[in-house]
């Protein structure tokens, strides 16, 4: 099985803020990545695929990197509608999420 | 635009046998590029990916599920669904239905849409 873990669990961040999460494989992914946000209540929304390609009408301000087995996000500048709880997931061998990143406001 | 819907009881008793429904609209279950998916969240267990179908009937199963687990497909009405036997308190969890985006000639996978999810309580 391929583990998923992310860093922080948890963080509180001001309003334009730059928001960075990592997330990382128990081995060898390639670019087999996506990235998620689900809000309270809702289901997950994919962000992110392939670890850097932005799914199409979200906006620019999030991105994704990395290769191998070490991963990042990004919200380059923090808006209020972005406090959810962010999931990595990996394709390489079946699929695996991570154990998400809470983001909230300050 | 893809809309995806759960339905099914929200309480199942323990040992028996939990069913669960997702109807497809907003574009054909036999579109190609697309597979379809049960994924469900508990709190002790964050987000698990339980299965996935193709129109034609090929499947993927969680190995950790797999012995409890069907999914199937029903093209003549735009359905697929979710059969989860012996079902226990860990149980217990919001299920969602998705669909799994394989582009043509891509090793890309992803779950580009949710249905709103279904709570699924198991207890007597």
């Known amino acids: 099985d391929i583990q998923m873990t992310q860093s922080p669990s948890s963080l509180s961040a001001s309003v334009g803020d730059r928001v960075i999460i990592t997330c990382q494989a128990s081995?060898?992914?390639?670019?087999?990545l996506n990235w998620y946000q689900q809000k309270p209540g809702k289901a997950p929304k994919l962000l992110i695929y392939?670890?850097?390609s932005l799914e199409a009408g979200v906006p620019s301000r999030f991105s994704g990197s990395g290769s191998g087995t070490h991963f990042t996000f990004t919200i380059s500048s923090l808006q209020p509608e972005d406090i959810a709880t962010y999931y990595c997931?990996?394709?390489?061998?079946?699929?695996?999420f991570g154990p998400g990143t809470k983001v909230d406001l300050k | 635009q893809l809309h995806l819907q759960e339905s099914g009881p929200g309480l199942v008793k323990p040992s028996e046998t939990l069913s669960l429904s997702c109807t497809v609209s907003?574009?054909?279950?036999?579109?190609?590029?697309?597979?379809w998916a049960w994924i469900r969240q508990s709190p002790g267990k964050g987000l698990e990916w339980i299965a996935n179908?193709?129109?034609?009937?090929?499947?993927y199963y969680n190995p950790s599920l797999e012995s409890r687990v069907t999914i199937s497909v029903d093209t003549s009405k735009d359905q697929f669904f979710l059969r989860l036997t012996s079902v226990t308190a860990t149980d217990t969890a919001i299920y969602y239905c998705?669909?799994?985006?394989?582009?043509?000639?891509?090793?890309?996978?992803?779950?580009?849409?949710w249905g709103q999810g279904t709570l699924v309580t198991v207890s007597s």
């Open positions: 081995q060898d992914i390639s670019n087999f």
């Open positions: 998705a669909s799994l985006r394989r582009p043509p000639q891509s090793s890309s996978w992803n779950f580009d849409r």
């Open positions: 179908v193709y129109y034609s009937g090929s499947t």
């Open positions: 392939d670890a850097s």
């Open positions: 997931q990996q394709f390489e061998k079946l699929f695996t």
């Open positions: 907003g574009g054909s279950i036999t579109r190609s590029s697309y597979y």
